[in-house]
Every structure is written in structure tokens, then in C-alpha cells.
């Protein structure tokens, strides 16, 4: 019987029916049950009990692959003895003071030295922090009030951000060539639209347009490499050169937003395109799967942190047990990781690739390294090069089936079109994985000789 939505989330809703029950009643007091909106799976979210190593225990009493990983952020997977030791070392010390700690230099140093473009690095508690504060740094330093952001592009919660990451309703979200900001959520500040302006994705003469026309209030660009919730599209390497030139000739400062592309190469996924941005996003891995974010950059633009000129505090910001988390966590990725880790994922798209242009399947996994997505679009062998694209052409019913049906085959990717590997994963797993995305497809598709 070919899978269908409904067959597919009726099961799933058996299969991890204590969790859909927690969903419901935990409501009463956390609005949705959960504190985070990415978290709903489909019909709700599956609840964790443990996790260890490249599995998590469900709730419900399923032990799954995690090909999630808490949003690519815990690349080690889970209870990796290198962070448990981190963490048990420092707690009997305590945790939580009004005083720095050392190994958060320590940490910053590891960053500096792994990253060529940052010289200097503030922490705080996560990305979307970080995001903020690399905005304030560029206003300060250049003296501009406006931003810009890519369609498609995910900074986190601040309001700057929220806004066409996926740009829909695509009747306002203006031509492809001259993108509008469409906000992504009720609730924003009324003047958020008007100071941002938005790119459109691997369109080099469209952004030296509108980059032209604004330079005179831009204080930055800020950008993914490899774009993760709004769609994993990457950058074309001459589209960010060039945009690189651009910004130079036009005084714009980059932001690049290696908040999960720091995964893709031991010295940040900058190193891989050759280009040196002013300020860079650090956050998931750094912290080994506590909360920490940063922002890295050239030092002259933290003189006026320095002086004290632009603010940039908060309770938790560079907290111990992250940072002592983080360090052993860079340790543990040397590069010798990153390879093992980045060829098992190339592992997985190449096989898949090359069997789904085999038989024709309208099926693609593409990204760099260890974050993947996959598409499964209107025709055999398209190419992706901007969330429009996706918008066009995905089979979104499709998409949902497969992710679901992923989770009642013992395997939690994340919801739509990505995955992330952890240290712990064996080529068994990526096996694994590919077995089941093979027989989902052929479940849609019919199985081809
Ligand atoms: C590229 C990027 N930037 C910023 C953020 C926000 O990070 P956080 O959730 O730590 O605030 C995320 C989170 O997924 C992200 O993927």
C-alpha cells in the first residue's frame, strides 16, 4: 500500500502516543508544552528521555537514531564522556559567580586560532544573542542604521531576523530580483521591515543593486554560508566572493553566520570559500550542547567594546559550564574528526545521489560536511539555489512523509529537509540511514529495477 500522510501520522501518533499525551497536558501550563516552536514533529513533539552516544530513548519507549542532534548542535551526540568529565570537574567548584573564570579566555583562544577572520570573541548565552550584538558592533562601528539579511537566511529570534526567512506569503514578498521583508511571526517592532533589507539568494547583479541603493544606511550584511532552517541552500563560492568585493567597495561590514556551519570544516566554513568576514556567529557547537553563542571578528571592531562604548553583557553570557563544555568539545573535533565525520555524511549524499539519479527518483541530499538536507522535488535531478526554489518546487507533503515516516522506522531527522551527524555515528549508521531513506522513496515511488 503506497504511504500516504494520514497512514504515515496515524502510525506515528500510536508510536509515540505518550508523547503526544505530554504535548496536550503540558499545555495547561507551557503554551504549546514546550518552549520552543521548532520542536513540534509533525503532529507534535517526541519527548526525550536520555540520550547516549548517536541514540536518544524516547519517552515512549523507542530508542531512535538522532540524525537531529538537538538542531546540529550536539556533534559529539549525547552523554560523550569527553563533556560529562568537563562538566562533573567544574561543578563541585561551582557554577555560577559574578566573576569571569579562566577557561572562557581559554576557549575564545581555541576560536581565534581555529578561525583566521577572528581576532577577538565576546560570548553570550546563544546564537540569536550573538546575532544581536554583531548588528549593535556594526552600527557602532559604521556609524549606519540598517541591515541585511538573505531570504532564506535564520539569525535566531531578534526581530531583525524574523522576517523572510521563508518569504511567504510569496504575493508579498516582492519580485525574486528585489525581495520585500515579509515578517515570519506576529508581534514584531513596527519599524523591523523598514530596516532591514533582504537579498535574494546566489543573485550576485541583483544584490549589487540593492546593496548599491542602500549603501549609504547599511552598517551590514549578514549571511550563511549554508542556510539551515530556512532551507539548506548554499552560497555559490563566486557569489560570496563577489559579494565580498562588493561590500568592501561600498564600506558594509559581512556578518557571517557560522552558527552551524562551523561544523563543516575545522577552521569554519569561511576557510572553504576563502573569504575573511568582518564579524563572524558563533553558537551551538562551541558550547558541546550547552548554551553558548559569540561573536568573533576583526579586533579593531571590538575597540568600543573595549571602551566601553557599546554594551554587551548578560547574567549567564560565557558561562563556565558551557565554555568548559565547548573546549572539551573543539577538542575532541580536531581535524582528524572533522574528516572521519564530513566523509561518513559524503557518504550518505553521494550514495543516495547517485541511486536516486539511477532510477529517476525526484529525490536529492545536498550540504557540506556533516549538515545535510534533502528535497524531494517536482521532477528528477533539480537544483536548488534559493529558498524560492524550494517554494516552487518541493513536494512538501512528500517532505512531511518522509521525515515522519523516518521517526516510525527508528530514526529522528529533523523536520524538514536537514540532518546533522554526531561524532559517535559509524558507517553502519549512515548505512542505516540510507537504507531507510531508500525504502521510503520507493514507498512513494515504487520500486524501480
Ligand atoms: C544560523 C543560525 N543562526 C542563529 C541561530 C540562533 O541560535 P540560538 O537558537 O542559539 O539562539 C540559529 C539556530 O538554529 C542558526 O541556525
Redesign the pocket.
Known amino acids: 500500500m503506497p504511504l500516504t500522510l494520514g497512514s504515515v501520522v496515524e502510525r506515528f501518533k500510536k508510536k509515540f502516543s505518550v508523547s503526544g499525551e505530554k504535548s496536550a497536558a503540558y499545555g495547561s501550563h507551557i503554551p504549546g508544552g514546550y518552549s520552543r516552536s521548532s520542536l513540534t514533529f509533525g503532529p507534535h513533539a517526541i519527548y526525550v528521555e536520555r540520550g547516549d552516544g548517536q541514540y536518544i530513548d524516547t519517552i515512549d519507549g523507542h530508542r531512535l537514531l538522532d540524525f537531529h542532534n538537538n538542531?546540529s548542535c550536539t556533534i559529539l551526540g549525547h552523554n560523550h564522556p569527553r563533556i560529562r568529565e568537563a562538566i562533573f570537574d567544574l561543578v563541585p567548584k561551582g557554577f555560577s559567580f559574578g566573576n569571569p573564570m579562566e577557561h572562557e579566555h581559554q576557549l575564545a583562544k581555541m576560536l581565534c586560532e581555529r578561525i583566521e577572520s577572528v581576532e577577538k570573541v565576546i560570548f553570550s548565552c546563544?546564537?540569536?544573542?550573538a546575532?544581536l550584538s554583531a548588528v549593535r558592533i556594526a552600527r557602532a562601528n559604521t556609524g549606519k542604521n540598517k541591515i541585511a539579511k538573505f531570504e532564506g537566511g535564520?539569525?535566531?529570534?531578534g526581530d531583525p531576523f524574523v522576517l523572510s526567512i521563508h518569504p511567504v506569503p510569496l504575493l508579498l514578498a516582492g519580485p525574486a530580483t528585489r525581495p520585500k521583508p515579509v515578517a515570519n511571526t506576529a508581534g514584531l517592532s513596527t519599524t523591523s521591515c523598514e530596516d532591514v533589507i533582504v537579498l535574494p539568494q546566489n543573485d550576485l547583479e541583483a544584490c549589487r543593486r540593492i546593496l548599491a541603493d542602500n549603501a549609504g544606511d547599511l552598517a551590514a550584511v549578514i549571511l550563511?554560508l549554508q542556510c539551515?532552517?530556512g532551507g539548506v541552500i548554499r552560497l555559490d563560492e563566486p557569489f560570496v566572493q563577489g559579494l565580498g568585493e562588493i561590500l568592501r567597495t561600498l564600506g558594509i561590514l559581512m556578518i557571517v553566520?557560522e552558527?552551524?556551519t562551523l561544523r563543516a570544516a575545522y577552521h569554519g566554513m569561511q576557510s572553504l570559500y576563502g573569504v575573511k568576514p568582518d564579524l563572524t556567529?558563533l553558537?551551538?557547537i562551541i558550547g558541546g550542547g550547552l548554551?553558548l553563542?559569540a561573536v568573533g571578528g576583526r579586533a579593531e571592531l571590538f575597540r568600543m567594546n573595549e571602551a566601553g562604548e557599546v554594551f554587551h553583557s548578560g547574567t549567564h553570557h560565557g558561562h563556565p559550564l558551557s565554555t568548559k563544555a565547548g573546549i572539551a568539545c573543539l577538542e575532541v573535533m580536531n581535524e582528524a574528526t572533522y574528516d572521519r565525520l564530513n566523509s561518513l555524511g559524503h557518504s550518505i549524499q553521494t550514495e543516495l545521489n547517485r541511486w536516486a539519479k539511477q532510477h529517476d527518483y525526484p529525490f536529492s541530499v545536498n550540504g557540506v560536511g556533516s549538515h545535510l538536507g534533502y528535497e524531494i522535488s517536482d521532477r528528477p535531478g533539480r537544483v536548488y539555489k534559493s529558498c524560492r526554489d524550494i517554494l516552487a518546487y518541493s513536494n512538501e507533503e512528500h517532505m512531511q512523509i518522509f521525515a515522519f515516516e523516518m521517526a516510525n522506522r527508528g530514526i529522528f531527522p529533523m523536520y524538514r529537509g536537514q540532518i546533522a551527524l554526531s561524532e559517535p555515528m559509524t558507517a553502519a549508521d549512515a548505512q542505516q540511514f540510507i537504507r531507510v531513506g531508500k525504502e521510503i522513496i520507493e514507498a512513494l515511488y515504487g520500486t524501480k529495477q
Not at 546563544?126 to 544573542?129: A, F, G, N, Q
Request: net charge negative; charged share 20%; aromatic share 10%.
Open positions: 538542531f546563544s546564537s540569536s544573542e546575532c535564520y539569525h535566531g529570534l550563511e539551515g532552517a553566520d552558527t552551524i556567529v553558537g551551538k548554551p553563542g
